[in-house]
C-alpha cells in the first residue's frame, strides 16, 4: 500500500484543518492507520490511530476532544479533522499504516508512511 497525505496549511490559533490520507491500495480493511506529527527539533509523536475498517479509535491526550478520525471507504481515504488548532499543533503531520488488528502508538512500529503535510497554527 502506498500513501498520500495531504491538507495541510497556515491556519490561525482557534481555526480548523482537515487532512487527508489517500491509500493506494484495496485491501484495506486489514490495515491499521495512525497519525504522527514532527514538530521542529522534536521527536515524531503520536496523534491518532484507528482501524481502517472501523473501532478502536485512541487520541492522544493533548488532541482529545479536537481532532477526529472520519473515512471514506470510497475513496480509499482516511481523514483527520482537527479543530480548536493551537500554536502548539504546528508540525509536520503523517499518516502512517500496518497490518494488523492490534493499535500500536509508537512511530516505529509502522512500515508504510506518507510523505507528510505541513500544519502551521499562528498566534
Known amino acids: 500500500v502506498q500513501l498520500q497525505a495531504s491538507g495541510g496549511g497556515l491556519v490561525q490559533t482557534g481555526g480548523s484543518l482537515r487532512l487527508a490520507c489517500a491509500a493506494s491500495?484495496?485491501?484495506?480493511?486489514?490495515?491499521?492507520v495512525g497519525w504522527f506529527r514532527q514538530a521542529p527539533g522534536k521527536e515524531r509523536e503520536f496523534v491518532a490511530v484507528?482501524?481502517?475498517?472501523?473501532?478502536?479509535?485512541t487520541y492522544a491526550d493533548p488532541v482529545k476532544g479536537r481532532f477526529s478520525i472520519s473515512r471514506d471507504s470510497a475513496q480509499n481515504t482516511m481523514y483527520l479533522q482537527m479543530n480548536n488548532l493551537k500554536p502548539e499543533d504546528t508540525a509536520v503531520y503523517y499518516c502512517?499504516?500496518?497490518?494488523?488488528?492490534?493499535?500500536?502508538?509508537?512511530?516505529?512500529?509502522?512500515?508504510?508512511w506518507g510523505q507528510g503535510t505541513q500544519v502551521t497554527v499562528s498566534s
Open positions: 502512517a499504516a500496518r497490518e494488523g488488528y492490534t493499535l500500536y502508538y509508537g512511530a516505529k512500529q509502522y512500515h508504510t
Open positions: 491500495a484495496r485491501a484495506l480493511s486489514s490495515l491499521i
Open positions: 484507528t482501524r481502517w475498517r472501523g473501532g478502536g479509535t
